[in-house]
């Protein structure tokens, strides 16, 4: 008899359905219950409840495959076989290897393998990547805000220390080595284990090693805030101009970009640049809020296509903005970076510089399991304003140009060749 497949189980598989083009399957119909009569116990021939039992078993296994239908299948058939071949298998697997399985990495691993056949964005997060993953994109989460690395020597060296944090406030600082926390030593624990270390108590004491001398703080994690957008102005040929970076289009960047932007102007600028060198995108709409501050309504920004089915996005921005535009890319500039690079390009006349972006013209969400991991699918493409498909293709600049040697070897503003350019162009 196969052993009966638990709620938890249910639902991996079910997201594994969802995976090759299954739906949530329909709410079971409310049915009247029935009456039930009293009736004699009756006493069966041997031959009929031989009958019985046969009765009872096709009836069973006809009632099984019902169930298994109203879970798995919603749109029709040929969906169903797929399934109930897998689950058959699965069910095999279980009742029949010789060792121990953990049931959960046996359909995580499944569902991994059924992304890795579909395109490149569409991937699988286990839970300590998601979790990463949903930091970067949130653009907030609750900790003492330090970015960590392992040296050479196995240290714990703090590479970034956020503003405004509790790392901050505490005097942590860049180049920092972390030599206890709450008393242990992790002067040779991997990064992921100091992390879950601290992350036990909401306290933390911290002894740290700087210019060789040893120094003690305590720091107590709470909201961080992660900066995703930095600004600054350039007086050039007379004339100022505006320089906004985005690192990734967070949840908390267009709120970050529109204070700065409104700072900026105050400041007098003339024109702007728009930074998204290595940018490799994020939230949609924080693109598309960003792009808003620049046009009016009247201007589509990107459309959509699904199923042979293309829906044509506008502007939500109330009025122009009337400065020149420079735009800085790369090829690692991607995503919501090309559909805001596009759309300004296109709709305002912005100058892109730099290198042939990524070309990533698709669109993915994000499936949660019940686990803490989570997948990504691709469920659409998305065309420029003017309708054009840039996936593996890219956006070409209006001037094409490399970061020189000179900023490889010595990486200062007045050695990037790229930013340099923008600002004689918009200063002409």
Do not use: C
């Not at 890795?116 to 990463?132: C, E, G, I, M, R």
């Not at 790369?330 to 290198?355: K, P």
């Not at 600049?397 to 790229?418: H, R």
């Amino acid at each position: 008899m196969p052993k009966k497949v638990d709620q938890a189980t249910t639902e991996k598989l079910n997201k594994l359905a969802k995976v090759i083009g299954t739906e949530e399957s329909p709410k079971p119909e409310n049915k009247k219950p029935t009456k039930t009569k009293k009736i004699r116990p009756k006493v069966f021939k041997t031959t009929e409840v031989v009958g019985l039992m046969i009765i009872t078993v096709v009836v069973s296994l006809t009632l099984g495959g019902l169930f298994t239908y109203k879970i798995f299948n919603n749109r029709g058939e040929l969906v169903e076989t797929e399934l109930q071949d897998f689950i058959k298998n699965y069910q095999y697997i279980l009742d029949n290897y010789n060792g121990d399985i953990n049931k959960e990495e046996l359909l995580d691993a499944a569902l991994e393998g059924m992304l890795t056949k579909l395109d490149k964005n569409s991937t699988f997060l286990d839970s300590n990547a998601a979790k990463n993953f949903n930091i970067s994109l949130e653009g907030s989460y609750e900790g003492i805000g330090i970015e960590i690395y392992n040296d050479e020597s196995g240290n714990i060296v703090i590479n970034r220390v956020f503003k405004d944090s509790p790392a901050n406030k505490a005097g942590l600082k860049a180049d920092d080595i972390i030599i206890k926390a709450d008393g242990k030593d992790v002067s040779k624990m991997k990064t992921s284990e100091f992390v879950e270390l601290i992350n036990k108590n909401t306290k933390i004491s911290l002894e740290y090693i700087r210019e060789g001398k040893e120094y003690k703080t305590s720091v107590t994690k709470s909201n961080v805030n992660l900066q995703s957008v930095q600004s600054k102005t350039y007086t050039y040929n007379s004339q100022k101009v505006g320089y906004i970076r985005i690192d990734i289009f967070a949840g908390n960047t267009y709120e970050q970009f529109k204070k700065k932007f409104e700072t900026l102007k105050k400041e007098g600028i003339n024109s702007l640049i728009i930074d998204l060198r290595g940018n490799s995108g994020g939230y949609l709409l924080t693109a598309e809020n960003i792009i808003s501050l620049f046009l009016d309504s009247s201007h589509p920004i990107y459309q959509i296509q699904k199923q042979g089915v293309t829906t044509k996005y506008y502007s939500k921005g109330k009025k122009d903005q009337k400065l020149k535009i420079a735009i800085l890319v790369n090829g690692s500039s991607a995503s919501a970076s090309e559909i805001l690079t596009s759309a300004l390009m296109e709709q305002d006349g912005a100058i892109v510089i730099g290198e042939k972006t990524y070309g990533k013209g698709t669109v993915q969400e994000l499936q949660d399991l019940t686990n803490g991991d989570k997948y990504k699918l691709t469920t659409k493409n998305w065309l420029t304003s003017k309708g054009n498909w840039i996936d593996q293709k890219g956006i070409e600049p209006n001037i094409k140009i490399e970061l020189s040697d000179k900023y490889v070897k010595n990486p200062t503003e007045e050695n990037d060749n790229q930013l340099q350019t923008a600002l004689k162009e918009l200063t002409k």
